[in-house]
């Protein structure tokens, strides 16, 4: 018995309290861990390794962006500042639109780790669940727009109506045509986006109504179906006659209203797209949501961005993957068709997981009743005397009014918002949560109290007189969604199985790390998530009036602030929905401050040869030359090549791109030196900032030299990777480029952190803020990180990283180091000896971690042959362990091949990943094992994880595409 003694208290208050903070939760070693790994690299301590690493003359001082706060006090501040939103009822439309997320989705989608931790599906053979959930988006986009081919999600409808642009001017057969038509009653931030892209490629724009399209000489056109302000127009005889004069028609349209009108297919068009947003998406004040593009066969070859296709896997199995990758930028570079890499992968998801649960009748019957409200509305407003702009609609009217003010302020009194950016008229757009009392309280507003009108009257006259606002030669005859995955899982069981039971093929962060080189793939903190579900950001319309969305706009301002703080800059830009358009939108500004300064004839820009391929792809985008320069052995950027090249072109230089730390994965001694180069050469730097993870609180763009950057905040700063978006890629930049940042059509915005106002400067992004409602994470993250935590973070990756890097450095050669032979936050080991050796190749290795329960890291990229390997700083070291123990054990198993132990292609590298179809084959007659196929290490064993299927044969897929879903016989023909 102890009574009477008094127990020594072991440590301070705060002590205790700090045993629990974020910091520690976030960063995976803990103090034994992260002391243990210094050993084994041999530093005395953080600090030390970051003297031996980063050089000197570029460390910088402290961060300045507040102390650590505890995970639920930041919580509490953040739902502090999202009351201030205000959720009005939007009728405003203009492609944004209310809508129900049903709650299957959303919390085992949305909310679900086991979906939005996953990566881009480079290793199909683990992603077989989301690459089916984005094969039935495309089937979705195929049967509703009525076109053949579609992609997997572009960033908004915006992007993807300027996309089209570009595809139209590949495949126009009228070469001689510079000029690109845009029907005038197309959404305004459309033609905004399409003004950049087309100022940067030189091409004309034509404004005018619908039927002038085809008295213009153009490469292709541009069309809104239904218009933005809500009218159906027969497009056929336009469409038709722009195609005579060999332009290609593209049309923008609403996924939900081609349920009842004719697709824009079977009008003829050349290209569908638009936004999936109202397929369950919220508003989230501008994203993210997913853009969806539909062509022609013919122009499979010229469709911009990424395309799931049907293959076969080594057993004949049906199996996903994605297909025509020659295409894109980390391939063709500056021929690329596009610069997308991240796009909007959970968005739309969402939206097929939609199409699924409601299926073709339930989708009727939403956009039926949304047609029918907009039918009452328009009826009684006629009744009473109002005008509409156009007799015929879906869901969106455009009323004359003589007394606009008047009616905005009594929809305002009411929390309403109508579409206001028309001369005397209002615009409202009903959508899917649209009630009768809506209705009613639409007719207090336009009409004043007391006018009488009766919802349910209204709709027992339309019943019986029936409505002609949808004309009948539009009218859709066509079936869509017939295929089973649309028709089997309406009820929630049915429903929440199908997308468990696609998770489970999927392998994400919440099973193991994925080591993915340059892509940064931290902890997406649960605390940084819950935000982006909260009603005050998720319902707010893009474009509602400002002093609604004042929680929007501190934490935005809040969240700039910090991000200029943490780079080095002066100013922001929080529009660029990617990173590769981050990279579009900083090239920009550096095109139009040459412009400005009378210099528009500069356009080079110098890449160094190990750029990501997005570099290079957006250059073009801006019209600029692509100089490739060299890179020496040490993985440096060859300083003498790129003076000599620098020095050649300087009348003409306009920028050089570089990255850092480089993608070598080492901090380049000369890159104060690289910058000066290209200044003394009259150009700017454009420094890509997707290696920020190991720049954070140690050194930043701005002090090295650089003029602008983007950050990939779905890499450094925690908003997850979605299986392949969505993602944000703010800009920094110093104050010189301030004036040249993105505005909007629709409001003027200020360059964040100055007072420049961006007057006119066209967009790069359908919304003013890209995708708004992600950025509470990237808050969330700094908030309870603080200016030490950030640091730390920064520090323990790069420590991750040369744990990983000494631990194989005796099995594997580590490609490139730097000073004192430290890496920065990710390495190289380069397989290509052992290939030459063994002819093990690096897929065989990708693929045998599969068979270990891992992710591959980054292969071939930037060098052919070699895997990149970043373990960021939230692995915690037990994990590291089983990473490198995974990758020794298959350095030996690869010596068993080189010796001739193991037959060339009969052993379990070959035969890698290991299905269970292998494992209950009755004819296993392999030289090894099951178990050494399929549980090489007994860590394996205590949490298997089954690829499931066979390694996918890619040039069959990519031989004969089908980017639509199978139908059930050819899973058998495969299979024969
Ligand atoms: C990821 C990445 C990009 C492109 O960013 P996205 O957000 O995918 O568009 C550009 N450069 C590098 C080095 C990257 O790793």
């Not at 080095?568 to 040459?594: F, K, T, V, W």
Request: glycine share 8%; hydrophobic share 40%; net charge negative.
């Amino acid at each position: 018995m102890n009574i009477g003694t008094k127990v020594v208290a072991p440590a301070t208050l705060s002590e205790l309290e700090n045993q629990n903070e974020f910091v520690r939760r976030h960063i995976g070693p803990g103090q034994q861990e992260i002391d243990d790994m210094l050993d084994a690299v041999g530093a005395d301590s953080l600090d030390d390794l970051m003297q031996q690493t980063v050089p000197a003359g570029i460390r910088s001082k402290a961060l300045n962006v507040g102390e650590a706060q505890r995970e639920d006090v930041a919580l509490a501040e953040l739902k502090t500042i999202a009351k201030q939103n205000k959720i009005f009822r939007s009728y405003i439309g203009m492609g944004y639109s209310n809508t129900f997320t049903p709650n299957v989705i959303l919390r085992n989608v949305l909310e679900n780790p086991g979906w939005y931790t996953a990566y881009t599906p480079y290793q199909p053979e683990i992603a077989q669940g989301r690459l089916q959930a984005i094969l039935n988006f495309q089937q979705t986009t195929i049967d509703l727009t009525g076109l053949p081919l579609a992609s997997a999600s572009l960033l908004d409808e915006a992007t993807a109506a300027a996309e089209a642009m570009a595809l139209a001017k590949r495949v126009s057969k009228n070469k001689g045509a510079n000029a690109f038509f845009i029907a005038n009653d197309v959404h305004p931030q459309t033609k905004d986006v399409l003004k950049t892209r087309a100022d940067m490629f030189g091409f004309e724009l034509i404004y005018g109504d619908v039927s002038e399209a085809t008295q213009a000489n153009v490469f292709g056109a541009l069309l809104q179906y239904p218009t933005s302000t809500g009218e159906l127009v027969d497009i056929r005889e336009v469409i038709a006659g722009v195609q005579a004069n060999k332009g290609i028609v593209a049309v923008a349209t609403d996924l939900l209203s081609l349920t009842l009108i004719t697709p824009p297919g079977e009008l003829g068009a050349d290209v569908a797209l638009g936004s999936a947003q109202r397929f369950g998406v919220p508003m989230g004040y501008g994203g993210p949501h997913a853009a969806f593009f539909a062509t022609r066969d013919a122009y499979k070859r010229s469709l911009p961005g990424r395309i799931i296709g049907v293959s076969k896997d080594s057993r004949g199995k049906v199996a996903l993957r994605m297909a025509l990758q020659t295409r894109e930028q980390h391939i063709r570079r500056e021929k690329a068709n596009s610069n997308i890499c991240t796009a909007q992968v959970l968005l739309a998801n969402m939206a097929s997981f939609y199409a699924v649960y409601h299926g073709p009748e339930g989708l009727k019957s939403i956009a039926g009743r949304i047609h029918r409200l907009a039918d009452i509305l328009a009826a009684g407003l006629t009744q009473k005397g109002l005008k509409l702009a156009h007799t015929t609609y879906f869901d969106t009217l455009c009323v004359n009014v003589s007394n606009k003010d008047a009616v905005v302020a009594a929809a305002l009194k009411k929390e309403m918002n109508l579409r206001t950016d028309l001369a005397g008229q209002v615009g409202i757009s009903v959508d899917e949560t649209t009630t009768r009392k809506d209705i009613a309280d639409l007719f207090d507003v336009l009409l004043g109290e007391g006018h009488g009108l009766n919802v349910a009257q209204l709709d027992a006259h339309i019943i019986a007189n029936g409505s002609e606002s949808i004309p009948a030669t539009l009218a859709r005859t066509t079936d869509f969604m017939t295929h089973p995955v649309f028709n089997r899982y309406h009820s929630e069981t049915e429903m929440l199985r199908y997308i468990k039971s696609l998770e489970n093929k999927d392998l994400a962060l919440n099973h193991s790390m994925i080591s993915l080189g340059s892509c940064t793939m931290k902890l997406n903190a649960t605390a940084e998530m819950i935000p982006v579900t909260w009603p005050e950001f998720g319902q707010i319309h893009p474009f509602a009036p400002l002093d609604q969305a004042k929680g929007y706009t501190q934490m935005l301002d809040q969240l700039s602030e910090w991000l200029i703080d943490i780079t080095g800059y002066d100013a922001l830009s929080m529009q660029p929905n990617s990173g590769a358009q981050g990279e579009y939108a900083g090239l920009l500004a550096i095109q139009r401050y040459h412009a400005s300064r009378g210099e528009s004839h500069r356009n080079i820009c110098l890449i160094p040869q190990s750029a990501h391929g997005t570099n290079p792809a957006s250059a073009q985008m801006v019209s600029l030359k692509v100089v490739v320069v060299n890179c020496d052995s040490k993985g440096n950027v060859d300083l003498a090549d790129l003076r000599a090249k620098a020095e050649e072109v300087k009348d003409n230089l306009a920028c050089a791109m570089i990255t850092y730390p480089s993608t070598h994965g080492v901090y380049e001694e000369a890159v104060r030196e690289i910058c000066d180069i290209v200044h003394e050469n009259g150009g700017q730097v454009y420094m890509d900032g997707a290696n920020m993870n190991a720049q954070v609180g140690i050194t930043s763009p701005g002090l090295i030299g650089s003029d602008v950057s983007h950050l990939n905040l779905h890499k450094t700063f925690c908003i997850p990777h979605g299986g392949g978006g969505p993602g944000m890629g703010p800009i920094g930049v110093k104050s010189h480029l301030a004036p040249f940042l993105p505005s909007h059509s629709l409001f003027t915005l200020k360059a964040a952190g100055t007072n420049d106002d961006l007057g006119t400067n066209s967009a790069v992004s359908a919304a003013p803020w890209g995708s708004a409602s992600i950025l509470p994470i990237s808050y969330m993250y700094i908030k309870m990180m603080g200016s030490d935590g950030l640091k730390k973070a920064t520090e323990v990756a790069i420590l991750s990283a040369n744990y990983i890097a000494k631990k194989l450095e005796g099995h594997y050669p580590i490609l490139y180091t730097g000073r004192n032979d430290r890496i920065a936050h990710e390495c190289i080991i380069d397989l290509r000896p052992l290939k030459e050796a063994s002819g093990v190749t690096e897929v065989d290795i990708a693929k045998r971690l599969n068979d270990y329960g891992f992710h591959a890291p980054t292969m071939s990229f930037p060098v052919a042959g070699t895997l990149m390997i970043e373990p960021t700083e939230s692995e915690a070291k037990a994990e590291l362990d089983r990473f490198i123990e995974a990758m020794v054990c298959i350095r030996q198993e690869i010596a068993k091949v080189e010796s001739g132990e193991w037959d060339a292609i009969d052993n379990p590298l070959h035969n890698a990943p290991h299905t269970l179809a292998d494992m209950i084959d009755e004819k296993w007659d392999r030289s090894y094992s099951r178990q050494v196929g399929a549980y090489p290490v007994p860590a394996v064993a205590a949490d298997k994880f089954w690829p499931t299927v066979n390694r996918i044969d890619d040039v069959f897929g990519d031989r004969n595409l089908i980017c639509s879903c199978p139908d059930l016989d050819s899973y058998r023909e495969f299979a024969e």
